[in-house]
């Protein structure tokens, strides 16, 4: 397992850690595969009924670390980012961990992180958090499932955020449907676990089944937005405005971009 995530135990839950805090915890390419790998280990632990995902330190995740994954991406195959073989965090490349996932986030809630929280089944936010889906602003699009449920799960005010890549609150959050409960800071995590033995002490049979009865109502719609994005992927990578994109990030500047 990797040093940049931490695996622990209490009973039937299994707490996962993001453990970059010196990088606001961006995920880069170890990170996606360790946290695939702790969802897949769930899945096949019986004695396990629930996973906890939170991040050490100031911040959930400020986001992916575009300079770590955008080689694996320069082939437009969103697979070099996914293995197949583990279960997807995101439920939307591949197949989902089959129990319940509780998130505990802080700080900044960036990118992956909303989509992470978009496929989880419950978010617990601390009063600071900001979130923020950057990638138009970026030159690029979400890849991790926020371009189907942002505008599905939270209407309008979602596409807002997905369109305007426009920072909001945790209350705002709250009120839109994204997180399940706002908690004062630190207590984040507290609160996630104390959920997640609430739900892993029901039966798990139903619980998994209960589940999967929400994810097939969404499939038909998940398959057909990952189809659009697959053919969409590789024009909008090698775009000129996503060269800008990273270039302006990278140079901490405003982007100029020309639709080309």
Known sequence: MSELV???RQGPLMLIGVNRADKRNAWNLEIIEAVARAYTELAAD?????????????????????????PALASGKLANVMPADLCDPWDFLGKPCP???????????????????????????????????LE??????PFGGATLRLGTRLGLRGLQWLLTAETFTAAQALEA??????????FQLERAVAVARRIGAMAPLAVQASLA???????????????????????????????????AMMERRDPAFTGK
């Open 46 to 70: 019986n004695a396990l009924r629930v996973g906890v995902v939170f991040g050490h330190g100031a911040d959930f995740t400020a986001g992916l670390d575009l300079a770590n994954v955008a």
């Open 177 to 186: 449907g994204l997180v399940s409960e706002v908690v004062p800071v630190g």
């Open 213 to 247: 009865s929400f994810r097939a109502a969404e499939r038909a719609a998940r398959d057909a937005a990952l189809q659009q994005l697959q053919s969409d992927f590789p024009t909008i990578l090698g775009s000129q405005d996503a060269q800008e994109g990273l270039a």
């Open 136 to 141: 138009v602003a970026r030159g690029i699009f």
């Open 99 to 133: 129990k319940p996932i509780v998130l505990a986030v802080q700080g900044r809630c960036f990118t992956l992180g909303i989509e992470l929280s978009l496929a989880s089944q419950v978010v617990i936010a601390a009063e600071d958090t900001e979130f923020a889906q």
């Open 6 to 8: 931490t695996i622990e």
